[in-house]
């Protein structure tokens, strides 16, 4: 076993240990995480010149937001925000295939950016929050300087 299947192995067996202890929040990040690891692969298959492996990761990233990220809006509860969604998917899929045909490294680049900024709000909203914070108001001293101090 080389060295970078050794590897490969090690993250399988990571991926799969984080997969089944996870809530549905977590999954879906996880969803985006595996989406943005496959769109790197690609673009390194790209600049490698490595034709079969970009190939391999790029329709792995287009299965995850299809299979995966599409398919597990709840179309009726999310409202215009599910569908807003899945048109996004669909445009990024469709940016997808396009980079694996034009090997366009600005597609990957697009697509991985998007997922990221959603992954981002994904991973802030389904954070346990800490205690609220009391809003800061202002209160004049001697002075009649305004200082502000927690409500």
């Avoid at 769109?39 to 490698?48: E, F, H, Q, S, T």
């Avoid at 010149?49 to 995966?68: F, L, Q, W, Y």
Wanted: aromatic share 4%; glycine share 8%; hydrophobic share 40%.
């Amino acid at each position: 076993m080389n060295a970078n299947s050794s590897a490969n192995a090690y993250l399988k067996v990571g991926m799969e240990s984080s997969v089944q202890g996870a809530d549905p929040q977590k999954l879906i990040s996880l969803l985006y995480q595996g989406a943005l690891l496959a769109i790197a692969n690609g673009k390194n298959g790209i600049l490698r010149n490595d034709i079969p492996s970009k190939g391999k990761s790029i329709t792995h990233a287009i299965r995850i937001i299809e299979e995966g990220l599409k398919a597990s809006l709840d179309m009726n509860a999310g409202g215009n925000i599910a569908s807003d969604l899945d048109a996004l998917y669909g445009y990024m899929c469709l940016r997808l295939l396009q980079a694996n045909l034009k090997n366009d490294i600005e597609a990957l680049d697009e697509v991985s950016r998007l997922l990221g900024e959603i992954k981002g709000a994904w991973d802030s909203i389904s954070q346990p929050t800490a205690t609220p914070i009391a809003p800061q108001l202002p209160v004049k001293t001697n002075s009649n300087a305004l200082v502000y101090a927690r409500a």
